[in-house]
């Protein structure tokens, strides 16, 4: 009988945390909320972390379209140039006013010859002399001559993709109408300084994706015309370089190249420089003057180089910048005093740089930002006032929630009620009724108190949430940097703590009992009791109070989150990372490997005890099911949380999905799942609950019925409950010793 219980109340508590756990996977898949993205007008839902990352996840690619990747604020002129990059006029591909068309080219415009893919070996030259532009890519026109283009007068040549490898002074020559040029996803190393001389209406020039490490940049002083110019990922290093005088160049992008320094002089020439590309370099020096004549420069990217320090004056001549990106350099600092000049900023990217190395005066300054991304979500609390902040949920909070969405909620309320609840009961269970085996008791008692913190906390939270529901970013600082926050992270930690603690102590107390009862080892007395709980209550509260003391002038320990525990799984190196590592993954990974090898250790000697001696082995199984329950939940608690932390700090990158399911669902599970252990599984508290509901039962009936004589009811009661005492002394008669009936 009590074999089949335990089986039954073992099985209902694993069942029950895996429906729950399903529940939270199903409810996750339902309608896109605050932290998921849609794809256009379907029910298909991504996390938000995955748009814009050059990888296309809807089906049919909305995140990775331009509207929805451009930051148009920031880049106002990135956006006029994706309007003025399509034709003007609208293709016709009916119409066509050439002649000598080779065999598969199209016509379109009456004179724009397109050319694309064909293999073609050289330029057409049959085509009749009115054409205006020649779109020749995709094909093997790797050799040219003067010859080339020289009977036709054009405004776009298009040769991307043709395997060029060098390019003859002279190609060009007599094309002075050309407005755009495009020679890009080629095998370029070289261009003559000749080559392109005489295109003074040239606009746009491309020579990206090729191999170039050098180019004579005075090979451009004639086109004083161009507006736009793409040298992007090639191999220059530009080293004694000097851009010519190009009084329009607008645009210019150098990313994916090997520059080193930006020189002061390298720049100069280029006053009306707009929008300028510099990411994906290896620029590790910048002269304080390198941008004294852009006066206009409206978008600045510096990204992913190896930056540790700029000059703080190096900004000062951008009066106009808009857009600054800084993200994912080596920074030993950032200071305000650094973007003071930029005041005006709208958008600002220092994605990478860690929150140590940021001065978050910075956002009190640059009060007009209306973009601003950074490393994760925490960091976006100290620009509350930006009006979109990426990433814009950690998988716990959005901009809006502190709980972003409403499985998560529910869950706070559900399992936090559930603790409060189950562990109230093992309370009143405890003191209501007088139990024999006193200091087991007060041990269990304190583990209820634990565990009862643990639901206190996850109340709290919840009630939180609803107060911040809807405005959270306006708020999110205020509370993750407030003692209230600290506070309630403390309680959350001292309670885990301290019931891994008297969880392992109760494991070591029934090791030496059971396993090795003639070990010489003392009684546990209440005295006893009571030094090894005020001493494990001592070390848990400690645990929680060292880094808020430590850090007493930093409440980031703490308020890395909105539920403000610190586990550092989501960013696993912020402050005080050594010590969250030292407690999850020492004292809670120790304890979990103790627990386990304790009711091991209790298996082995109780089965070969049982083996000696004419007793029924059933009494084995019911054993065998105690000890498998009690070491699978605490796995099931303890061993997801120690191996994502494990991933976390070896760098690999944690789903904000999984996070938040850990801090929600699988970190205060044991609080709920105590009780059901350790109190109501037992056949003592199952036989006082019985008779205290039997007594309650017996005398509402007794109420209930008036028209019954005094002496039916005296007669009725006793006998009730001496039958449920019978079924009780029945069970303890059988049990092999006060503290095993304890632990079945």
């Known amino acids: 009988m009590q074999c089949k219980r335990s089986v039954v109340c073992g099985l209902a508590v694993v069942t029950g945390a895996v429906l729950i756990t399903a529940l939270f996977f199903i409810l996750r898949h339902g309608p896109c909320d605050e932290a998921m993205f849609r794809c256009g007008n379907s029910t298909v839902c991504i996390p938000k972390k995955f748009v814009c990352n050059d990888h296309k996840d809807c089906p049919g690619g909305e995140d990775e379209n331009a509207y929805t990747c451009t930051d148009f604020h920031g880049k106002g002129y990135f956006n006029r140039l994706l309007m003025v990059s399509s034709p003007g006029l609208k293709p016709n591909f009916n119409d066509c006013g050439l002649t000598g068309v080779p065999l598969g080219c199209t016509c379109r415009n009456l004179t724009w010859l397109y050319c694309k893919n064909l293999g073609l070996t050289e330029v057409p030259q049959d085509v009749s002399t009115n054409v205006t532009r020649m779109i020749l890519m995709n094909n093997s026109i790797q050799n040219h001559t003067q010859d080339s283009f020289s009977k036709y007068t054009l405004d776009l040549i298009t040769l991307s993709g043709n395997g060029i490898t ?187 740089v860690h929150l140590d190395n940021l001065d ?66 093992v309370l009143w269970g405890r003191f209501s009724e007088r139990d024999e085996n006193r200091e087991l008791s007060f041990i269990v008692r304190n583990l209820a108190v634990a565990d009862l913190l643990m639901g206190i906390y996850l109340i709290v939270i919840g009630v939180q949430d609803t107060q911040f529901r809807g405005e959270y970013s306006r708020r999110a600082h205020h509370w993750m940097s407030s003692w209230a926050c600290t506070i309630i992270g403390m309680l959350a930690m001292a309670s885990s703590e301290v019931s891994v603690l008297i969880l392992v102590f109760l494991s070591l107390e029934r090791f030496l009992l059971i396993a090795v009862p003639f070990g010489g080892h003392q009684k546990l007395t209440m005295k006893i009791a009571y030094r090894s709980v005020s001493l494990i209550w001592l070390t848990g509260l400690c645990f929680a109070a060292i880094p808020a003391v430590h850090w007493r002038h930093s409440t980031r320990f703490y308020g890395t989150n909105g539920m403000c525990f610190p586990l550092h799984i989501d960013d696993p190196f912020l402050l005080g990372w050594q010590y969250s590592a030292f407690v999850v993954l020492g004292v809670n990974t120790t304890a979990l490997v103790l627990i386990a090898l304790l009711y091991t250790g209790m298996f082995v000697s109780i089965w070969r005890t049982r083996h000696a001696t004419p007793i029924s082995s059933v009494k084995d199984i019911e054993f065998i099911v105690r000890f498998f329950f009690i070491i699978l939940t605490d796995a099931m608690c303890w061993a997801p949380i120690i191996a994502l932390k494990l991933l976390a700090m070896g760098r690999v990158h944690i789903s904000d999905e999984l996070y938040a399911w850990v801090v929600v669902f699988i970190l205060p599970v044991n609080s709920a799942i105590n009780p059901l252990l350790y109190t109501f599984t037992t056949p003592r508290y199952r036989s006082q609950l019985g008779q205290a509901w039997i007594r309650r039962f017996g005398w509402s009936t007794g109420l209930a019925r008036m028209g019954h004589s005094q002496s039916t009811q005296s007669s009725l009661m006793p006998r009730i409950v001496s039958t449920v005492e019978s079924f009780s002394n029945y069970e303890d008669e059988t049990a092999y010793s006060g503290t095993e009936t304890e632990l079945r």
Request: hydrophobic share 45%.
């Open 360 to 425: 978050v005066e910075i956002f009190n300054r640059l009060r007009r930002l209306e973009f601003v991304y950074l490393t994760t979500f925490y960091y976006c609390t100290y620009a509350a006032h930006a009006r979109t902040c990426k990433p814009n949920t950690d998988g716990v909070s959005s901009s809006d929630h502190l709980l972003a969405r409403p499985i998560l909620r529910a869950m706070v309320w559900l399992i936090g009620s559930l603790t409060c609840l189950g562990n109230a009961l």
């Open 166 to 352: 060098e390019i003859q002074p002279g190609v060009f020559s007599g094309q002075s109408n050309l407005q755009k040029l495009d020679l890009s996803q080629n095998y370029l190393h070289w261009v003559h300084p000749d080559t392109l001389l005489g295109l003074y209406s040239l606009d746009w020039l491309f020579i990206a994706d090729n191999q170039l490490q050098v180019f004579p940049l005075q090979g451009l002083r004639e086109l004083t015309s161009l507006s736009w110019l793409d040298f992007s990922t090639n191999n220059l290093t530009l080293d004694g370089e000097i851009f010519p005088y190009l009084p329009n160049l607008k645009v210019l992008w150098l990313g994916c190249n090997s520059l080193t320094r930006l020189d002061k002089n390298l720049l100069r020439g280029l006053p009306g420089l707009d929008h300028l590309k510099l990411q994906r370099n290896k620029i590790s020096w910048v002269d304080e003057d390198a941008f004294e004549m852009q006066k206009s420069l409206a978008e600045l990217d510096l990204s992913n180089n190896l930056l540790h320090a700029l000059p703080e004056t190096v900004f000062e001549p951008l009066e106009s910048l808009s857009n600054l990106m800084l993200a994912w350099n080596p920074f030993d600092m950032v200071s305000s005093e650094l973007l003071a000049p930029v005041a005006n900023l709208s958008s600002l990217d220092l994605q990478g």
